[in-house]
């Protein structure tokens, strides 16, 4: 046997899926769902009765949590769908770079310095104005499917 110490590096999520799996008859509004390879929030459910050969069907409208943009989906009830992991972290704006990045701080005391400003010109126009005038600006940070971001939509 060895006596050395293993050293591993922390950046691993340990084969973590990106998303699990979830009824769809059991998603509900303001809910989570992948559509079209994005994470959605859901937005609107119907669901259709039982037809002629078999399933109700769910659709689903869901607004894409990092672009904004409107999608749609229709799924059996007794299907599973994609459900994203997704977190939120609130952090205190640091410093806004001449390129465009932020430093950021968490509760914790560290820093992030690896995201852009918003990619909507009026939220990153808001987060500029109110840094230059020196006030305390706390931005939420969600993160889905290995994209991190300072959402559109709040």
């Known amino acids: 046997m060895s006596d050395s ?3 591993f590096e922390h950046k691993a999520d340990a084969g973590a899926s990106k998303t699990y799996p979830q009824q769809a008859g059991t998603i509900r509004k303001n809910g989570y769902i992948v559509i079209k390879n ?3 929030k ?4 119907s669901t259709s009765k039982t037809g002629k ?10 607004i894409d949590i990092f ?3 409107k999608l749609e989906d229709i799924v ?12 939120r972290n609130d952090y205190q704006l640091i410093d806004i770079s001449e390129d465009g990045f932020v430093s950021l701080l968490n509760e914790g005391g560290n820093t992030k310095d690896d995201l852009r400003l918003p990619s909507d010109d ?3 126009t808001q987060v500029k104005d109110g840094f230059a005038e020196g006030k305390d600006l706390v931005l ?5 499917m290995v994209q991190t971001t300072i959402p559109v939509q709040r």
């Open 38 to 40: 994005r994470p959605c």
């Open 53 to 62: 050969h078999g399933h109700a069907k769910c659709h689903f409208v869901g």
């Open 122 to 124: 009026a939220l990153a």
């Open 67 to 69: 672009t904004g943009k």
């Open 140 to 144: 939420t940070v969600m993160s889905a």
């Open 42 to 45: 859901v937005v609107e459910v």
């Open 5 to 7: 110490e293993h050293t």
């Open 76 to 87: 059996p009830s007794s299907h599973n769908c994609d459900v994203p992991h997704v977190s």
